[in-house]
């Protein structure tokens, strides 16, 4: 269903070592938690951009017309995948090559931003607090995106849609800790992709709902009922 970087023998290892991993307070289910322990040694070390992603995935970077990237792909009943089940992703890209998102509702835990800016190399002297960890998808787990108000920008920041915006760079993460950053954001470690075609084949089989995406539902941390809320502003199929 959904291309998972296990399914190309074309995605390169990750270029930074494991190294040990931070302390990160469960909250979530077991198969969630334990895919974020595994991943998040890793989490941002490249310092890489988004505009990668669609490159290692066969995706084509110009944007076209009739382009889902901004709402929200929300999973119906019939859709029986474990990995998607009653999920609420943010398309952050779409175009003719296939399509990119960060689910929005599996939290995974709670980890200190300064042990995730010292296992990303980046200096974290002055940072303070914890972030929450979400599983964004089961594409390169090891890789971490921060979706977040489009008010905070970078080098390598891609504004998506209404004033939201993606940054893949470990940076923002000091930022937050330091009070400079985005005023609401997201922590996602992994993505959702498809291929050129794929993902309109589901939607047409009734695998996904299609609906408005805005701020106070994006970046709400009621992850338990951001499933009920998105799917209640879907169109009535007559």
Do not use: C
Not at 9 to 16: C, H, I, V
């Amino acid at each position: 269903m959904v291309v998972s970087a296990q399914s190309s023998s074309n995605f390169p290892e990750p270029p930074w070592p494991r190294r040990s991993v931070p302390r990160l307070a469960k909250t979530g289910p077991p198969l969630w938690y334990l895919a974020g322990l595994a991943a998040i040694a890793g989490l941002l070390a490249s310092g890489s951009g988004l505009r990668d992603i669609g490159v290692r995935t066969g995706m084509a970077v110009a944007a076209q017309p009739a382009t889902l990237a901004g709402q929200l792909l929300v999973a119906r009943t019939e859709l029986r995948d474990p990995r998607f089940i009653r999920t609420v992703i943010y398309l952050v890209k779409h175009d003719v090559g296939g399509a990119m998102g960060l689910i929005l509702n599996r939290p995974i835990g709670e980890a200190s931003l300064s042990e995730l800016l010292a296992q990303g190399g980046v200096e974290g002297t002055g940072v303070t607090g914890e972030i929450r960890v979400h599983f964004g998808g089961p594409v390169e787990p090891g890789r971490g995106f921060v979706l977040h108000t489009a008010d905070y920008t970078i080098e390598g920041t891609q504004v998506v849609k209404d004033g939201i915006a993606v940054t893949s760079r470990p940076e923002i993460l000091r930022a937050m800790g330091t009070g400079t950053g985005p005023r609401q954001s997201l922590f996602a470690l992994g993505y959702a992709g498809w291929g050129s075609g794929q993902l309109e084949a589901e939607i047409k089989g009734g695998g996904w709902e299609i609906v408005p995406a805005d701020k106070t539902l994006v970046f709400d941390e009621n992850t338990e009922t951001k499933w009920e809320r998105a799917m209640a502003r879907r169109t009535i199929r007559l």
